[in-house]
């Protein structure tokens, strides 16, 4: 997914949060005296029995709505404590994270993702859990996936809590397979059975399958299954690599052949498969609630796991909670984010079909939400899930890459001169990383 960089005002404004700390002996977490009188203030009207209200940023609306159920059980439980949740989408989340370090006001707890931990968490903005979770009887690291735990942690300090898990699924149109006379897609299903289902429903106006210019929701889980890889173990691109290039060949040439419209934007791929234009798409388990919702897809459409290749996978990913270093309220965010990752609160994230919880064994109650489609299949991809390619500057090169990719997609390049311009693009970004 596209991602803005960050400004280069909000550089200097972490270096000089940076530069502060290291030169009086602080941690990162220091708060300066006018802070500190703040603080102090904030702990006094938390002692006095007055409510103190805490946000809460995500950027999912179709998770709003379970999410605000928790809030209003956590609530119950603790009535000093009124949750706002403000929701923001995806490119603009961002955009207001940055605005909010810039001017010292991030929102009390919200959402972080693995292509943005590096540049929070080593910049001081971050609240560090590492304590906390220590003397919780609630959360344990142990119940979550190790995966999901280390991209949150640096350098030994944990900055998130994972939130939940996701994976992707093929989403397909039966009443458009059963007009063809197709068999649905399984867990037997090739690459070979995937092109030649599009061929054949590639008829009347719609596009047989989608293969938009997206990373997580596309060719990666290609690239995966293909032996290739984006990201090498020494921190190297691998869009170089021939598997890679292979994989991203025949990706795009579902666009190339005609089977797939050339598609670039998240809204235009949903209404895509909202209007029928489509019979198959890769989307990820975060949807399902925006799916279940639409009647168009319900009525019409399933999912399956993906289909393979030289092996099965698919991209798997996680958030997780954060909280700001600099809330006026840190023992009441953090109450909040330990509710959130105890077995209570996950399970009833779960419950709610909000998404996959990260707690382990809280997966069936998820797939026991939603009986609309069979989504069992989104868990059953797990065991060979690959963690979305990542590094402490991902969202500066994965953009740098998705340009350099875009030539292709248009059949402006070849595919191969643009994997290696790409390739080449994302190592001069590596490279000055710290």
């Not at 984006?230 to 991203?248: C, H, M, N, Q, R």
Request: contains cysteine; negative net charge.
């Amino acid at each position: 997914m596209k991602k803005k960089s960050l400004a280069a005002v909000l550089s200097v404004v972490f270096a000089a949060v940076a530069l502060t700390a290291c030169g009086n002996g602080n941690s990162n977490n220091a708060a300066s005296p006018t802070e500190a009188a703040s603080n102090a203030a904030a702990a006094t009207q938390a002692a006095s029995g007055e409510k103190v209200s805490l946000t809460y940023a995500i950027w999912d609306s179709n998770q709003e709505k379970g999410i605000r159920t928790i809030a209003d059980e956590f609530e119950s439980k603790n009535p000093n404590i009124k949750i706002n949740i403000e929701v923001t989408g995806w490119s603009d989340y961002w955009t207001m994270l940055e605005a909010g370090a810039t001017g010292g006001s991030l929102p009390d707890v919200f959402w972080m993702h693995s292509n943005e931990i590096y540049k929070y968490a080593s910049n001081g903005m971050l609240l560090d859990l590492t304590d906390r979770i220590s003397q919780s009887a609630d959360v344990k690291l142990d119940n979550y996936p190790e995966g999901l735990n280390q991209i949150y942690n640096l350098q030994g300090k944990q900055y998130a809590i994972p939130k939940d898990f996701d994976t992707i699924g093929l989403w397909y149109n039966k009443t458009l397979f059963d007009k063809a006379g197709l068999k649905y897609p399984d867990e037997n299903w090739t690459w070979d059975d995937l092109h030649k289902a599009a061929k054949t429903l590639t008829k009347d106006g719609v596009y047989g399958f989608l293969a938009p210019l997206h990373n997580q929701e596309g060719y990666y889980n290609f690239v995966y299954q293909n032996g290739g890889t984006i990201i090498t173990a020494d921190k190297k691109s691998g869009y170089d690599d021939p598997k890679t290039i292979e994989a991203l060949k025949f990706y795009i040439n579902f666009v190339r052949e005609g089977l797939s419209p050339e598609v670039y934007g998240d809204a235009e791929r949903a209404d895509l498969l909202k209007n029928g234009k489509v019979a198959m798409g890769l989307f990820g388990s975060w949807n399902l609630s925006g799916f279940t919702e639409n009647e168009y897809i319900a009525k019409n459409f399933d999912v399956a796991v993906l289909p393979k290749k030289a092996k099965q996978a698919s991209i798997y990913n996680g958030l997780g909670n954060a909280i700001d270093a600099k809330t006026k309220h840190p023992d009441e965010a953090w109450k909040f984010v330990e509710y959130l990752s105890s077995k209570e609160g996950q399970e009833r994230q779960a419950e709610l079909g909000v998404a996959i919880s990260a707690y382990k064994g809280a997966a069936d109650l998820w797939i026991n939400s939603n009986k609309t489609f069979n989504i069992k299949a989104f868990v059953d991809m797990v065991s060979y899930g690959v963690i979305r390619p990542y590094s402490n500057t991902t969202a500066v090169w994965e953009d740098k890459a998705y340009e350099a990719l875009k030539p292709a997609f248009s059949g402006k390049l070849p595919v191969e001169e643009a994997a290696k311009n790409a390739a080449d693009v994302m190592n001069a970004s590596l490279a000055e990383e710290k």
